[in-house]
T-cell receptor, first 115, second 113 residues
Framework: GAGVSQSPRYKVAKRGQDVALRCDPI?????LFWYQQALGQGPEFLTY????????KSGLPSDRFFAERPEGSVSTLKIQRTQQEDSAVYLCASSPNRGRRQPQHFGDGTRLSIL | DAKTTQPPSMDCAEGRAANLPCNHS???????VYWYRQIHSQGPQYIIH???NNETNEMASLIITEDRKSSTLILPHATLRDTAVYYC??????????????FGKGTKLSVKP
């Protein structure tokens, strides 16, 4: 079956522009996570959804970052007024159910470059 | 901060076993040890996880010390395709709001011909 799909694969934007990154989780997966990975570092947690509910957004670095999952499947991470420090790979992961020790399945990420 | 300590890099000869160590001296009783790996330009891939007992699957074996303060991931016959960054993570199996993975910098394993 299909894995986690993220689009676009690469995104280049000018500083100050808004961007939207899409994640299609594995069908039927309840939990969805967003992570940010800077060059040479491990991924860092941004936010978590259980179905359509955003239960944890403690990792979002500023109020310029916004995520949604309105129908409990596809999720979008939006970054407003982008800055150079937002350049990173943004990873999406899904799992069948958060509390059941199910491993997270990751997409290959969107590489965002802010000029 | 990550609650694990791993060597930054290791080399392994193709066909040999790769033994990747991880220290997690502050692990608590309800925390599991997870291993993921990340091949260049791809997302992390789940390998294996365990609580107390040693575990084995088609990819690897996980050996956890009796005091649970350290563990070793074993790739029994490393291939060039196993070259990746390997992350050791401790995480609670918790029905509440916790469950996101806390990655450190991992170990960059280079498998050489």
């Amino acid at each position: 079956g299909a894995g986690v799909s993220q689009s676009p694969r690469y995104k280049v934007a000018k500083r100050g522009q808004d961007v939207a990154l899409r994640c299609d989780p594995i069908s039927g997966h309840v939990s969805l996570f967003w992570y940010q990975q800077a060059l040479g570092q491990g991924p860092e947690f941004l936010t978590y959804f259980q179905n359509e509910a955003q239960l944890d957004k403690s990792g979002l670095p500023s109020d310029r970052f916004f995520a949604e999952r309105p129908e409990g499947s596809v999720s979008t991470l939006k970054i407003q007024r982008t800055q150079q420090e937002d350049s990173a790979v943004y990873l999406c992961a899904s799992s069948p159910n958060r509390g059941r020790r199910q491993p997270q399945h990751f997409g290959d990420g969107t590489r965002l470059s802010i000029l | 901060d990550a609650k694990t300590t791993q060597p930054p890099s290791m080399d392994c000869a193709e066909g040999r076993a790769a033994n990747l160590p991880c220290n997690h001296s502050t692990i608590s009783g309800n925390e599991y040890v997870y291993w993921y790996r990340q091949i260049h330009s791809q997302g992390p891939q789940y390998i294996i996880h365990g609580l107390k007992n040693n575990e084995t699957n088609e990819m690897a074996s996980l050996i956890i010390t009796e005091d649970r303060k350290s563990s070793t991931l074993i790739l029994p016959h490393a291939t060039l395709r196993d070259t990746a960054v390997y992350y050791c993570i401790v995480s609670r199996d918790y029905g509440g709001s916790q469950g996101n993975l806390i990655f450190g910098k991992g170990t960059k394993l280079s498998v050489k011909p």
